[in-house]
């Protein structure tokens, strides 16, 4: 009789321990199973999103005139500093559309349209370089980013417009790849006006407390900013827009000489 009830409760303690590792595996599955929708999939998604938009930014680029052969490679960085680019047109009005300021738009004119369109006017001579860079600034309000797009729209230009929330990254070497992208890019597409919107924000005086980040940022932007002044064939200018030009850091000001 004793021996007949241990078997029972053996059995018993088999029945259980088989339904718990069932259970067990099953709920692993079913883990399982929620971790692959939750990180897997949304993954694959933002791949497929990813390809879709490179795709979407290469056809409009194309659309507007650009070589596919200039556009073959595009990284995931250039498609990204590629989502601020604005395209003639696609801006409204232009400089007839904009009062007064004449001799701000005449300083433009020459200095920007003109070496933008008609490269070929400045190759006689180291002397005739024009800048790369020209800093537009004041109070608020005064047309200062209608004055750029209306610029890149007088002379068909792409406008790339670069804000600290476009090239700053949390995330450990993009703002790096990101610098590197707007040059390139706009090598890719030149003519090319890229519009510095609030470059007291992105390059303000530097000081001891700067993050290790940032320093890298802007002595990487500043080098190949330079790159620009080894060719006089080369169609791509920057234009800072501020209305703190005391803030603007001295070395960068040194690049935006008008």
């Known amino acids: 009789m004793h021996s007949g009830g241990g078997e029972k409760v053996s059995a ?6 088989e339904a718990i590792a ?43 005139g650009i070589s596919p052969e200039k556009l073959q490679g595009l990284t995931q960085w250039e498609v990204a500093i590629a989502q601020e680019l604005v395209f003639p047109e696609d801006i409204e009005g232009g400089m007839h559309t904009i009062g007064g300021l004449e001799n701000e738009k005449q300083v433009l004119y020459d200095d920007i349209l003109i070496p933008l369109t008609r490269p070929d006017l400045f190759r006689g001579n180291a002397l005739l370089t024009p800048p790369r860079g020209i800093l537009l600034y004041g109070p608020p309000g005064t047309g200062k980013t209608s004055l750029a797009k209306a610029l890149a729209k007088q002379g068909s230009v792409s406008f790339m417009c670069v804000s600290p929330s476009s090239l700053l990254s949390k995330w450990v070497g993009d703002t790096q ?4 992208a707007i040059f390139s890019l706009a090598a890719r597409i030149e003519p090319c006006l890229i519009f510095l919107d609030e470059i007291d924000a992105l390059f303000r005086e530097r000081s001891a407390g700067d993050h290790e980040v940032y320093r890298d ?14 060719t006089n064939d080369c169609r791509i200018i920057v234009v800072g827009c501020t209305n703190r030009p005391w803030d603007v850091d001295p070395a960068i000001q040194r690049r935006l000489p008008r």
């Open 12 to 17: 018993w303690t088999v029945l259980v321990n």
């Open 22 to 64: 069932g259970g067990v595996t099953l709920f692993v599955l079913w883990m399982t199973t929620r971790w692959v929708k939750e990180t897997i999939a949304p993954m694959i998604e933002d791949t497929q999103n990813a390809k879709a938009a490179q795709k979407a930014i290469v056809d409009r680029l194309i659309k507007a």
């Open 177 to 180: 790849h990101l610098t590197r």
């Open 217 to 230: 940022m802007k002595a990487e932007f500043m080098q190949l900013w330079d790159g620009l002044f080894t």
